[in-house]
């Protein structure tokens, strides 16, 4: 089952590895012709009903395939309407062609007469709210007629996700779907067939642009993140605020002992520092910390330059058992999260080293350990990014890999601001997009800087915003 936004980020990933989008419109035209010829015999009359988006163009390229029949091709709306080039392109094709397309303006001109078959190709996925006019009118002469009828990818006026069917909705006889069922589908009470249209696997198995545009925050997206770290240490915490701050994220704010307070408002303007007493995180802080996240509804970053003194570890463990917002976990706090039980929603992103000290598998390639890190990310409940020269991102069902990045990458700081701006991804969204599409924007980051060495992790703060939004 794959829904409609993941659909469209596998398409965008197909795109990038050199399968464009006209291709498969002509593989999903050719899997509905399939489907017609099955349905009706030579020369019977076969009536194709075409929208002005990609749906339309899937059948405006069956069209082609159908010059057995008696056919007539309804276009809904004018040339110049269709919202696609590549759509576009197959209607002049069938004009410069001589085949029997028309274009209806007004729904009431539409004849539809008494075919073999009738192709709903009206709306598909990129249907918003109930058919209108004139799809509306064109779904009710559709539902009269005694055709058979069948629609390309999903039945015009049904929602692809919800599997909702609003009254006026097309009823198929027969649905050509493509590449994946869709959740939608599932209770329809035709038959729904799964046709391949040659999205490659690497499309879905392979982080792409697809999944920065699907995991990465919508633009109105308040997101507020803040970072617990420090201690010993001050570049990982401030690395992670400032990658948050350039990922999209509202405000940064980071908590630390005061004793490193002016060395990390010393990095930048941009940080809001919030010093506690202790000289490290320490359980009478904790409180304190998870009121001012629950307040604000932060994405929290637990974790960065902690060290690992008894009396961290011991406020990690309290914080996470009771925080129960969104989180990364990283590096020192990563060790407790296999002995807790949280409400929150974690992603973990560890090292292989890290990955082995939680428990997880020991390996040497995280790519080739990527089905090992699946099944540990079930054990324990949530989301893993283990960080390597391949990033691989399981929640335990799904698992996607990111081959982004340069070996430059190794030097410190790369998972500090990964862990940032995966902060910055996480709200309201799925962590496993969230994740994917930071490991996405963190290595494509570094790819853009490439000198063949001498990367530093604070390089990448300046490109990541180049990577979320320049390469749309
Ligand atoms: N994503 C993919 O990988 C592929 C998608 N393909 C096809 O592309 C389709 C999605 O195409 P699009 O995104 O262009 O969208 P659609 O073609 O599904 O619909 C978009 C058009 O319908 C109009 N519309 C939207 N809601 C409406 C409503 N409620 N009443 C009346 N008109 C409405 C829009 O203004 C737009 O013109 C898929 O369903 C599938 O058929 C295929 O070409 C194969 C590849
Ligand atoms: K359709």
Redo the contacts with the bound molecule.
Sequence with gaps: MITAAR??A??RNAEALGVS?KQ??ES?GNAVARAVREEASEGDTVTVVA????????ALVAARFLDAFDLSVHLLGKPETI??EIARENWAALEAANYPCETVADSADLEVGDPEVIVDAM??????????EP?ATAAREINASDATVIS???PSGVDADSGEVPENAVSADRVIT??DGKPGLADLDCEVRVAD?GIPGAAERYVGPGDLELGSPAPDAETRVFVIGGGPYTGAPALSAQAALRSGADLSFLACPESIEDVLAGYTEDLIVQAYESERLSTEEVDGLIETATKHDDVVVLGPGLGTAEETLEAARTFLEEFEGPMVVDADALSVVPEVETEATLICTPNRKELAGMGGPELDDLEAGADDIERFAAELGHVVMAKGEADVVSDGERTRISTRGTPGMTVGGTGDTLAGITAAFMKDNDPLNAAAAAAYANGRAAERLDRGGGLLASDLLDEVPEVVWGER
């Design positions: 659909m469209g596998v398409d989008q498969l419109m999903s929208g002005r988006g990609n749906n339309g163009g899937d919202t696609t709306l598909g996925t990129g249907i918003s709210g109930d058919l209108r799809e390309v990818d999903v493509f590449h249209i």
